[in-house]
C-alpha cells in the first residue's frame, strides 16, 4: 500500500514537472522579437518597457513596450520615436 502511493506521489511529481518546464520554455520564446513593429506608438499608451540585446537566443536588438491593453510591442532601438518614448518613460519612472 505505501509503496502504491509513493509511485503515485513520484507519478504526480514527474507531471508537475514537466508542466513547469514546458511554462517556462514558452514564456522565454515570447519575449523574444523577431521583427520590429511598422507603426509609431504615442507614450500615453505605454505603460512600460524592457530592452531586449542580441544573444543566442534573440536575434536582434529590440524595445519591447508594454500597452495599456497589455500587448507587447516591438520597436526598433535606432529609431527616434522609440528613443522619445524610452526617455518619456523613464522621465515618469523618475517623478515617482
Not at 19 to 39: G, I, M, Q, V
Request: hydrophobic fraction near 45%; charged fraction near 20%; charge should be positive.
Amino acid at each position: 500500500m505505501c509503496g502504491s502511493k509513493s509511485l503515485l506521489l513520484a507519478a504526480l511529481m514527474s507531471v508537475l514537472l514537466f508542466h513547469l518546464c514546458s511554462k517556462s520554455e514558452a514564456a522565454s520564446n515570447f519575449d523574444c522579437c523577431l521583427r520590429y513593429t511598422e507603426y509609431v506608438l504615442h507614450p500615453k499608451f505605454i505603460v512600460g518597457f524592457t530592452q531586449q540585446l542580441a544573444n543566442e537566443a534573440c536575434d536582434i536588438n529590440a524595445i519591447i513596450f508594454y500597452t495599456k491593453k497589455r500587448l507587447a510591442v516591438c520597436a526598433d532601438p535606432k529609431q527616434f520615436w522609440v528613443k522619445q518614448a524610452v526617455r518619456v518613460l523613464s522621465q515618469r519612472v523618475k517623478k515617482m
